[in-house]
């Protein structure tokens, strides 16, 4: 996971825990409430992502703060 902060890159955390990824999963799939445990744990500004199930689920974005978008609207700007 690579995580980006308006400030510059951030480390991503190592070691989540099973209360992380258990709370995450409840809003997303399994299989990825570790990339959104990480980019939430991480507070990165964006989450840029081409998996559109990130999109459709809008209780994501609310529940997390994050604001996700593509590659395309990150490379365009993120605020346009």
Not at 45 to 59: A, C, Q, R, S, V
Request: charged residues 20%; contains cysteine.
């Amino acid at each position: 996971l690579l995580c980006f902060r308006l400030s510059g890159l951030c480390e991503s955390p190592k070691n989540l825990k099973s209360e992380q990824m258990a709370q995450w999963s409840l809003v997303i799939n399994i299989k990825d409430a570790g990339v959104l445990a990480a980019a939430f744990a991480s507070q990165v500004d964006y989450l840029i992502t081409g998996d559109k199930h990130f999109f459709e689920n809008l209780d994501i974005a609310k529940k997390t703060g994050l604001r996700i978008i593509t590659q395309a609207q990150f490379l365009k700007g993120p605020d346009e």
